[in-house]
């Protein structure tokens, strides 16, 4: 059984920041990417950050020069670090883990259960 945690989430003004985190746990052979998506009410999940074991990372334009996704392997935890936000960055985040429970298997995505952002005045 594999769990994802987040936490982090919460209410912050325009501008402000927060860092999220997500924790693996449970049977876990190797993880390969990670990664954050978001889903807005009313929108699509879309992907916000990835990140592959060997610490290459991917964003989406919109988060570009403003979030910050990093991990620890031995730790199995993946971070979002998120500066300067905006009301548009409202949403429900989800931690995704593509891994491996066991060698010889096939490697299957696993999802957290996603962390309230809300970015208001």
């Known amino acids: 059984q594999v769990q994802l945690v987040e936490s982090g989430g919460g209410l912050v003004q325009p501008g402000g920041s927060l860092r999220l985190s997500c924790v693996a746990s449970?049977?876990?052979?190797?993880?390969?990417?990670m990664g954050w998506y978001r889903q807005a009410p009313g929108k699509q999940r879309e992907l916000v950050a990835t990140?592959?074991?060997?610490?290459?990372?991917n964003y989406v334009d919109s988060v570009k020069g403003r979030f910050t996704i990093s991990r620890d392997n031995a730790k199995n935890t993946v971070y979002l670090q998120m500066n300067s936000l905006k009301p548009e960055d409202t949403a429900v985040y989800y931690c995704?883990?593509?891994?491996?429970?066991?060698?010889?298997?096939?490697?299957?995505?696993?999802w957290g259960q996603g962390t309230q952002v809300t970015v208001s005045s």
């Open positions: 449970g049977t876990i052979f190797v993880i390969y990417d």
């Open positions: 995704n883990a593509n891994l491996v429970i066991k060698l010889g298997n096939i490697p299957k995505d696993y």
């Open positions: 990140i592959t074991r060997g610490k290459t990372t």
